[in-house]
């Protein structure tokens, strides 16, 4: 409830405001009277607003995504936390630049300017056109991905598979549909580029990606949903003084199926098998001392019986002289062989492998039944 000293404050404060509108007072001068008055409303400047809302400036005086702007971006999973996935991106770089040049026959230096993670929509809005937006799918992981060709890419490609002088830009006709023949030598790039990222997957994955479809409209390339994180790769092909850029967009749902493989931890660009300590590990299996039983008989006796035992009592056994026994590691059963004598010495002479069903270090290079 107001009280009598409100009503007083606002009739002063009302008049206050008229005078200074008559009499052409400055802005600082309602300032020193407002403030000077505790219970008048105070009007908050940009400073204050941004504050309330969350955004800060930084030394740089670039606003901070703190806030809302933090609450807004809060579903984005950075690509940090997939660290395996920069190890595959630099393979792709060093294929690619092998690749190209042999597609092109010129020099081709393919570089990554920067791998971020941001929303699909934002970056569909973001893509200049005109451009050509190429559908993938991921056969192994029953997903798509999306590559954009930028035109600056491809009038070079163009260029250069038709034949054009070097030293020379390539000719750029904005404003007009993209021809049969332009399209048709994009999409051979664009197989080349698919064939070198499925091998760049290759230590981590057996995986391949297929074309489906190019467009020339961002809104028939919509893989996922607007609001769906992504993983971008932006890639920079320079062919001399030509060149252009092509973006390799990964949704978070495609690569959901190697998620825990590509959340392994890497020592330099060793990932995925270790073929070295694989082969360290078969060697010394290969050198372990193991006991062979060989088991003559077996028949079921009574307790009794078997605390009845003493020195020089006799087992009769049930098999005959040549019948066959088998050899044991532990509880496993080997092979099958016949017990005779060789050099004064008691010997088994093995007959078969038997067969057992396979185990985990069937697996293991070396081995040898």
Same mark, same amino acid.
């Given at each position: 409830?107001?009280?009598?000293?409100?009503?007083?404050?606002?009739?002063?404060?009302?008049?206050?405001?008229?005078?200074?509108?008559?009499?052409?007072?400055?802005?600082?001068?309602?300032?020193?009277?407002?403030?000077?008055?505790?219970?008048?409303?105070?009007?908050?400047?940009?400073?204050?607003?941004?504050?309330?809302?969350?955004?800060?400036?930084?030394?740089?005086?670039?606003?901070?995504?703190?806030?809302?702007?933090?609450?807004?971006?809060?579903?984005?999973?950075?690509?940090?936390?997939?660290?395996?996935?920069?190890?595959?991106?630099?393979?792709?770089?060093?294929?690619?630049?092998?690749?190209?040049?042999?597609?092109?026959?010129?020099?081709?230096?393919?570089?990554?300017?920067?791998?971020?993670?941001?929303?699909?929509?934002?970056?569909?809005?973001?893509?200049?056109?005109?451009?050509?937006?190429?559908?993938?799918?991921?056969?192994?992981?029953?997903?798509?991905?999306?590559?954009?060709?930028?035109?600056?890419?491809?009038?070079?490609?163009? *260029? $250069?598979? %038709?034949?054009?002088?070097?030293?020379?830009?390539?000719?750029? /006709?904005?404003? &007009? =549909?993209?021809?049969? +023949?332009?399209?048709?030598?994009?999409?051979?790039?664009?197989?080349?580029?698919?064939?070198?990222?499925?091998?760049?997957?290759?230590?981590?994955?057996?995986?391949?990606?297929?074309?489906?479809?190019?467009?020339?409209?961002?809104?028939?390339?919509?893989?996922?949903?607007?609001?769906?994180?992504?993983?971008?790769?932006?890639?920079?092909?320079?062919?001399?003084?030509?060149?252009?850029?092509?973006?390799?967009?990964?949704?978070?749902?495609?690569?959901?199926?190697?998620?825990?493989?590509?959340?392994?931890?890497?020592?330099?660009?060793?990932?995925?098998?270790?073929?070295?300590?694989?082969?360290?590990?078969?060697?010394?299996?290969?050198?372990?001392?193991?006991?062979? *039983? $060989?088991? %003559?008989?077996?028949?079921?006796?009574?307790?009794?019986?078997? /605390?009845?035992? &003493? =020195?020089?009592?006799? +087992?009769?056994?049930?098999?005959?002289?040549?019948?066959?026994?088998?050899?044991?590691?532990?509880?496993?059963?080997?092979?099958?062989?016949?017990?005779?004598?060789?050099?004064?010495?008691?010997?088994?002479?093995?007959?078969?492998?038997?067969?057992?069903?396979?185990?985990?270090?069937?697996?293991?290079?070396?081995?040898?039944?």
């Amino acid at each position: 409830m107001s009280g009598p000293d409100d009503e007083i404050a606002a009739a002063w404060a009302a008049s206050l405001g008229d005078a200074s509108m008559i009499e052409g007072e400055s802005s600082d001068a309602d300032d020193g009277l407002q403030a000077a008055d505790g219970d008048a409303a105070r009007v908050l400047n940009q400073a204050e607003i941004d504050s309330l809302l969350g955004f800060e400036k930084n030394n740089a005086g670039d606003a901070d995504a703190s806030g809302m702007q933090r609450i807004i971006n809060s579903g984005l999973v950075s690509y940090e936390r997939l660290p395996m996935l920069e190890i595959v991106f630099d393979r792709l770089v060093r294929i690619m630049s092998t690749s190209l040049r042999n597609f092109t026959n010129d020099n081709v230096e393919v570089s990554i300017d920067n791998v971020a993670s941001m929303r699909f929509g934002d970056y569909l809005d973001s893509v200049p056109l005109p451009a050509m937006f190429a559908v993938f799918k991921a056969d192994e992981w029953e997903n798509y991905g999306l590559m954009v060709i930028d035109s600056a890419m491809i009038y070079s490609v163009v *260029d $250069v598979l %038709l034949g054009g002088r070097r030293g020379t830009a390539a000719m750029r /006709i904005e404003g &007009r =549909p993209y021809t049969t +023949i332009e399209r048709t030598l994009v999409e051979r790039l664009i197989r080349v580029v698919l064939q070198d990222l499925s091998a760049s997957f290759d230590p981590l994955c057996s995986i391949s990606f297929q074309f489906e479809r190019l467009e020339v409209n961002p809104r028939f390339a919509a893989i996922s949903r607007l609001s769906n994180a992504t993983v971008l790769a932006r890639m920079r092909v320079d062919m001399e003084d030509r060149g252009g850029r092509m973006d390799l967009l990964l949704p978070y749902a495609t690569l959901e199926p190697v998620r825990e493989l590509l959340l392994q931890q890497f020592m330099g660009e060793k990932f995925g098998r270790d073929a070295i300590w694989e082969t360290h590990l078969a060697e010394e299996l290969w050198n372990t001392d193991i006991d062979l *039983d $060989v088991v %003559l008989d077996e028949q079921p006796m009574r307790l009794s019986d078997i /605390i009845g035992l &003493r =020195p020089g009592s006799q +087992i009769i056994l049930r098999q005959g002289r040549e019948a066959p026994v088998q050899l044991r590691c532990g509880p496993v059963t080997l092979f099958e062989g016949r017990v005779g004598r060789r050099k004064n010495h008691v010997a088994v002479r093995i007959d078969q492998v038997v067969s057992r069903p396979p185990s985990s270090l069937d697996g293991v290079p070396g081995r040898r039944s």
